[in-house]
């Protein structure tokens, strides 16, 4: 597919939260989750403020995380630490849109 | 919120294309767009060709593009080759979801 750089597994989620849910709660477990795991090399997440629901569908926040390889997710999603969190978030979202795939990175190139 | 790092402007796209699309030829389409834009400061891509439905709500692909400022991805938006390569994305696309957001990093720390 061109000059794309395959590299490295990327964990990608948007979601739309309950009412009532205090999202930086959420943000800040998610960031202490992230940081007590070597494994997880990036982390990145935003919220969406402005766009029109036609193109949001509703959803507002996007949370992704690379890892170096896919075995390394597995480890990650597996631990206990990853598995309690999952119950919180789960409970605070109104709806989820989970894709996990190896990232092609076309700029900047490598 | 934390340690993280407000920076460049995400855009997000997720998508899931109509059958008998030639997915290839739409990402082409896209590497040459943003090729051809300085202010597109990174763009990568990925297909998720695993996940369940469960999680990925029937989308495939991500398409992700960061800009160094608001006005950037507002002009890009504008461009007449972006308004022209849009009609042809369009078309092909079944459901979508566009997310557009300052993105916090937290991991790698700055």
Redesign the interface.
């Given at each position: 597919?061109?000059?794309?750089a395959m590299g490295e597994i990327?964990h990608?989620v948007?979601v739309k939260f309950k009412e009532g849910v205090v999202v930086?709660d959420i943000?800040?477990g998610m960031?202490k989750l992230?940081?007590e795991f070597d494994l997880?090399?990036?982390?990145?997440?935003?919220?969406?403020?402005?766009?029109p629901e036609m193109?949001?569908?509703g959803?507002?926040h996007?949370f992704s995380m690379t890892f170096d390889k896919k075995e390394d997710y597995a480890e990650f999603q597996s631990h206990p630490n990853h598995v309690e969190y999952s119950a919180t978030f789960s409970a605070a979202i109104e709806k989820?849109?989970?894709?996990?795939?190896?990232?092609?990175?076309?700029?900047?190139s490598a």
């Open positions: 597919m061109g000059a794309g990327k990608l948007i930086e943000v800040k960031e992230v940081s997880v090399k990036s982390f990145e997440w935003g919220q969406d403020s402005e766009g193109l949001t569908q959803f507002t996007s989820i849109v989970v894709l996990c795939f190896p990232s092609v990175r076309v700029k900047p």
